[in-house]
């Protein structure tokens, strides 16, 4: 979490036990089997009533959401009701009075104009309803109002303006977790269009051809390798998941080389050495296969006998180590750094660099590709996969 959130969630925590005292509200009633000073209760009541609320609004501002973590939010306050509204309607509802719904978007018209806090009195002519007063934030992320958090209550209260303040400012946390959670995944979504752009169209005009001169010769050749040419299509163009298994990726990348030995037989030699044990372990979609790709072009590129490729996938203690390594023509040092800093071109060596940024991106900087090579010295490209990583597993 930020250094904004951080604090904002100790503010929050003062002022919301100052909050239930004067109202006359608590989460929830004190066992007498806690330990701890009542300012103890009420800190550690309020930080596990905010990270419950927390899920449901890193989803964003929705119906859903609103409804999830509506009833916590009311908690954190002490309030005697609270509703979430969008720019366009009210989204959820939560504790007394709720015919007061259908007035409120009347109330926050010049909130969601300006983005400035406003209080207002509700008007209701029920003598029996409870809910005389209202103060109305607004949710803002990168300068949108994307809505407002309204909390109700008996009488004008300084302290109750003070923490709605304060909760919105923590929702409006949580909502910018949630956009950059959709950014993140939309730049993972056209990270991986610009590697399946890569299957050169080439490839699979020639993975066809070679598919098609079997046919008279061998059909039941022709017949494997169009089941291998179809799983690893299928694969590759899956339209679920960031992230998959090790065991799922060096099948596609089996399929490939396959297809590969169709067309050039004997000058392609590959060796593959896999652990059992590491092939549970989870890795970015299309991590693997661009670099195999890369070891085939560069190893079979001018070669005029035979190319080697070997491919280890070995068990590392914490991690699994994967060796992708080719005896081709390897590169220039200095032309592979350019190509990592982003300085190939648009057409130059776009698969390195993105499996590079998406390692880093999941693992951190530890975890970019080491790559070894010469002009004329083939080139290793070592990985190193964490075995367990919070948030990254096999779909």
């Not at 179809?230 to 060096?250: C, I, N, Q, V």
Request: net charge negative; proline share 4%.
């Amino acid at each position: 979490m930020t250094g904004a959130g951080i604090a904002a969630i100790a503010v929050l925590t003062l002022l919301l036990f100052g909050t239930g005292f004067l109202l006359g509200r608590t989460a929830r009633p004190v066992r007498t089997s806690d330990v701890g000073t009542p300012v103890e209760h009420a800190t550690f009541e309020t930080l596990h009533t905010a990270s419950l609320a927390a899920p449901p609004l890193r989803a964003g501002l929705t119906e859903e959401s609103a409804r999830r973590s509506a009833r916590r939010l009311r908690s954190l306050l002490g309030t005697d009701a609270l509703c979430l509204t969008d720019r366009d309607q009210v989204l959820v509802w939560d504790g007394e009075g709720d015919h007061h719904g259908k007035d409120v978007m009347h109330h926050v018209q010049g909130l969601l104009a300006s983005g400035r806090d406003t209080a207002f009195h509700s008007d209701c002519g029920d003598l029996d309803c409870p809910l005389r007063w209202a103060v109305a934030v607004p949710l803002t992320v990168d300068h949108r109002v994307l809505g407002t958090l309204v909390a109700y209550a008996p009488r004008e209260s300084a302290v109750l303006a003070r923490a709605a303040g304060e909760v919105a400012r923590w929702v409006c946390v949580q909502l910018e977790l949630a956009e950059l959670d959709r950014s993140r995944t939309q730049l993972i979504e056209a990270e991986i269009k610009a590697l399946r752009a890569q299957i050169s169209p080439h490839f699979i005009f020639n993975s066809l051809a070679a598919i098609a001169s079997f046919v008279r010769t061998d059909p039941e050749q022709a017949r494997e390798l169009l089941l291998e040419f179809a799983d690893f299509t299928r694969y590759s163009f899956r339209r679920h998941g960031e992230f998959t298994t090790l065991a799922d990726e060096l099948h596609s990348i089996d399929q490939y080389l396959a297809l590969v030995r169709a067309r050039f037989g004997e000058r392609l030699s590959v060796t593959l050495q896999v652990a059992p044990e590491v092939l549970p372990v989870a890795l970015p979609f299309l991590c693997l296969q661009p670099l195999v790709e890369n070891a085939v072009k560069h190893g079979l590129e001018g070669a005029v006998t035979r190319s080697r490729i070997t491919i280890s996938a070995l068990d590392a203690g914490a991690e699994a180590e994967v060796v992708i390594e080719d005896d081709g023509i390897g590169m220039d040092p200095d032309r592979l750094r350019q190509i990592l800093r982003g300085e190939g071109g648009t057409s130059t060596g776009i698969g390195l660099l993105n499996v590079d940024e998406r390692l880093r991106q999941v693992y951190g900087d530890d975890y970019g590709l080491v790559i070894e090579t010469g002009a004329g010295a083939g080139m290793k490209i070592t990985v190193r996969l964490p075995k367990y990583r919070a948030g990254v597993h096999g779909s």
